[in-house]
């Protein structure tokens, strides 16, 4: 059995120091820790009884047509059920959670974000469309680009004649920007770096779920 990480290309390149923190905390968990290189180019190969750990949405999309459902888990979910792991308590703090448009079907990545929120303290205010019905993943839907991998998942495969069209700088930053404004709350929180980047880009104050936990 092969305990492997996808450390998420987004997160590391922006925070650095925290992605450190998570590649240490694992190690310790996992004595046999693998650390991969970006999932949309992984030529590993991954059996029953392998653990995949996973911190980027996308990472999760791309590797799960081919993985185990079972052998996913994510950073978060596996932090939830560490007794151990001391966690920040933010006193009080209200945000919105941003659900993302690549994971309707990860029930337990959702049960987990907001469980790890209540734990340290935030109040957690949900979207209309949250969850499996989450329709939101930054400039990621609106990138033609995207469509190339088509070939390595499922789920852009089906919507690639939905999403993925070209827009201009200005239409695209109206779109986040009608996304945003139904958040009530001053700041929100997201465990998508696309995600993230479109909520800035849409004017709100956003926190990646790593920056919370490990920041």
């Given amino acids: 059995m092969a305990n492997s990480f996808f450390p ?11 992605s450190r923190k998570i590649e240490d905390y694992l190690k310790l968990r996992f004595d046999d820790l693998k650390i991969e290189n970006c999932c949309k180019a992984s030529s590993t190969s991954i059996s029953n009884g392998d ?16 993985t185990p459902p079972e052998s ?6 596996l932090i939830d059920n560490d007794d151990s ?28 974000t907001r469980n790890l929120l209540n734990k340290m303290k935030i109040g957690v205010v949900e979207l209309e ?12 839907l609106y990138d033609p680009s995207m469509k190339q991998f088509a070939k390595i998942s499922q ?16 239409a695209y930053i109206k779109i986040m920007k009608n996304h945003s404004s139904q958040i009530t ?24 779920l790593a920056e919370l936990v490990f920041g």
């Fill in 85 to 112: 792991f001391v966690l920040p308590n933010h006193q009080g703090k209200v945000m919105t959670i941003q659900d993302c448009w690549k994971v309707p079907n990860e029930r337990k990545l959702h049960d987990a």
């Fill in 72 to 77: 996913f888990k994510s950073i978060w979910e």
């Fill in 51 to 66: 653990t995949v750990i996973y911190v980027c949405t996308a990472c999760n999309m791309y590797l799960g047509d081919n």
């Fill in 185 to 208: 709350t001053d700041e929100v929180v997201c465990y998508c770096g696309a995600c993230r980047d479109g909520l800035i880009d849409g004017g709100k104050v956003v926190f990646h």
């Fill in 8 to 18: 998420a290309c987004k997160v590391l390149g922006k925070y650095p120091e925290i």
């Fill in 155 to 170: 789920r852009v495969a089906k919507y690639q004649n939905e999403f993925f069209k070209p827009h201009s700088d200005e």
């Fill in 129 to 140: 469309k949250n969850k499996e019905a989450a329709d939101f993943c930054g400039k990621y």
